[in-house]
C-alpha cells in the first residue's frame, strides 16, 4: 500500500475518533449533570482502573501501554469538561466575592476559641496574641479544635502548622482535607523553651523528660547532656508541665514556656534550651465559613495532580504567569491511597485582586482536586 492510501485510512480513522470523542464528552457531560444533582465528586478512581483493565486485558503489552496514556489522557479532559459543566471555578469566584462583602473587617473579640492542650499551651499564647478578650475551650487533640469549629461549638480554632527548625505539623495537614474549615488569619510566634522541673528537682536527679515530639525536636542538641533520661511524647508541652507539677516522682522534667512553668508552680532549671535562637512555629487560626479579613496577603489552597509528567509544573506556571511566589510547598501522602499525594501551597496573592481570583479558577481546572483553604495575612 502507497502512503497516500494509508494516510487515507488514518484520516478516515480520525473521523470516527473525533465523532466517538465528541459522543464521549457529551455522556460524561451528563454523568456531571448526575454528580451534580447528586452530590458526588467529578473524580472516580476505580471507575477509571475498571476501564483501564478491561480495555487492556487482552492487548498485546506493548500497545497496552498506549492504550493507558491514551485513556489516562481521555479521563483527564472528561474531567476537566465536568468541572466546567459543574461550574467548580464558577461556585469559587461566587464564594470568594460574597466573603469579601460579609467578612467582618478584624477578628472579632468577644469570641469562643478552641485551643489544642491545656492552660499555658503554645496554642493558647498564639490566641491570646490574636484575641484580645476570647474565652478559650481546651480541646484534648487537635482534631478536637477541627471538630469544635466544624460543629459551631465554638468560633475559632488555633492549630500549629510549622515550625522553622522542624518543618511541618502533619498531623494538622491531614486534617484540612478531613474537615472543612478556612483559615482567617496566621500568626509567627517566637517559641523559647525551658527545662523545668519541681522545686528541689536537680539535674542529677533527671530520669524522664517529658514534652511534645516538636519541642523534643527542636531541643534535640540540649537533650543530649542527658543520656540516661528517657524522653517521654505527650500530647502538648502544656500537658507535659501539668504532668510534673502534678507527679509525686521528683526525677522527672518537662520540656515548655517559661509560661506554663509559671502556671503550674515549677522551676526553670535551663533556660532557651532550643537548637537555634531562631525558633518559631507558624500557628494558623481558623474559623467554619470562609472570612476574608482586611490587609490579607496570602492564600492557602490544597491539590491534586494526575500522575503524568508536567502536571505539576502545569500548577506551578499558572501562579508564575501572574507573578505569584509560592511561599510553601507540602506534599503529604493520601491515607488509602498508594503513591498518591496532596500538595498544599501558600502563595503571596493578595484575593481582593481579580487576577488572584482567576488564578485560582484556573487552578480548579489543572487539578484533579483544588480545595481553597482561605486567604489571611500573617502576623
Ligand atoms: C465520566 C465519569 O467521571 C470521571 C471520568 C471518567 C471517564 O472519563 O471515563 C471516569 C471516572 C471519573 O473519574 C464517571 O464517573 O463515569
Redesign the pocket.
Known sequence: MDIQELRAGIDAVDNQIRDLFTQ?MD??SQ??DY?RSNK?????????RE?LARLTADQDPDLANYTRML?KT??D???AY?SARMGESQQLEEQIKSALEASPRKLPQNVTVACQGVEGAYSQIACDKLFASAGVMFMDSFEGVARAVGSGLCDYGILPIENNLYGSVNEVYDLMRKHSFYIVRSIKLRINHSLVVKPGTTDGDIREIFSHEQAIGQCSEFLKKYPNAKVTICENTAMAAKHVAQSDRSDVAAICSAECSELYGLKQLHRDIQNSDNNYTRFICIAKDLQILEGVNKVSILFRVPHRPGSLYEVLSTFATVGVNVSKLESRPIPGHDFDFLFYADVDADCREEQTVKMLCDLTRCTEEMTFLGAYSEA
Open positions: 464521549r455522556l460524561s454523568i456531571a454528580k458526588l465528586p467529578i473524580l472516580d478512581r476505580t471507575r477509571e476501564i485513556f481521555l479521563f479532559m472528561s474531567r465536568q
